[in-house]
């Protein structure tokens, strides 16, 4: 069975840095387009970034474009996103997703940024 | 403000079936397929439907979905209590170079 599990969520303060991490197994993950998705407290999803199979291809939701970067090492079948200059509205569960419809979802991290 | 529009809440008696809408525009539903989501209370969003109206291995025929235009539906019927949950659409947007989520369509089986 697919398994996304996803690490290094936290508590952090504004304009502070974290990096998550998504182990994935049980699939092949060099094969796949990878998503983070967010979901801030009682909020609906809201998608932040994907990657294609070979890292050539990288997309961003606006609003965190120029702060946040994903990245993947297929290698290590883990996928990753860097995330600077943190603000209140950041705070939120994490997921890694496969695919491009997004067929499965990890168990998700949360983010919590506040002073 | 979501860039696909759903409705906030449904309700029906279980048995019955229900129907939840997503509208968008040319620059999303209506030039790329159509994703829909459940996410029961607690956990984390699971793919119900894909490409408009193809259900993944172990979804229930219950649930089912189409496209028309710049619109997409998905339909249950036979509602359970355990179907109890927050279903979202989602597409790729065309204009924004993104994916986007409608705002989330709270189900309740009364």
């Known amino acids: 069975e697919v398994q996304l599990v996803e690490s290094g969520g936290g508590l952090v303060q504004p304009g502070g840095s974290l990096r998550l991490s998504c182990a994935a197994s049980?699939?092949?993950?060099?094969?796949?387009?990878m998503s983070w998705v967010r979901q801030a407290p009682g909020k609906g999803l809201e998608w932040v970034a994907n990657i294609k199979q070979d890292g050539s291809e990288k997309y961003y939701v606006d609003s965190v474009k120029g702060r946040f970067t994903i990245s993947r090492d297929n290698a290590k079948n883990s996928l990753y996103l860097q995330m600077n200059s943190l603000r209140d509205e950041d705070t939120a569960v994490y997921y890694c997703a496969r695919g491009r419809e997004l067929g499965y979802w990890g168990q998700g991290t949360l983010v919590t940024v506040s002073s | 403000q979501s860039v696909l529009t759903q409705p906030p809440s449904v309700s029906a008696a279980p048995g019955q079936r229900v129907t939840i809408s997503c509208s968008g525009s040319?620059?999303?539903?209506?030039?790329?397929?159509v994703s829909w989501y459940q996410q029961l209370p607690g956990t984390a969003p699971k793919l119900l439907i894909y490409d408009n109206n193809k259900g993944p291995s172990g979804i229930p025929d219950r649930f089912s979905g189409s496209k028309s235009g710049t619109s997409a539906t998905l339909d249950i019927t036979g509602l359970q209590t355990g179907d109890e949950a927050d279903y979202y659409c989602?597409?790729?947007?065309?204009?924004?170079?993104?994916?986007?989520f409608g705002g989330g369509t709270k189900l309740t089986v009364l």
């Open positions: 049980q699939f092949t993950f060099s094969s796949s387009w």
């Open positions: 040319s620059s999303n539903i209506g030039n790329n397929y």
């Open positions: 989602g597409t790729w947007d065309n204009s924004l170079s993104a994916v986007v």
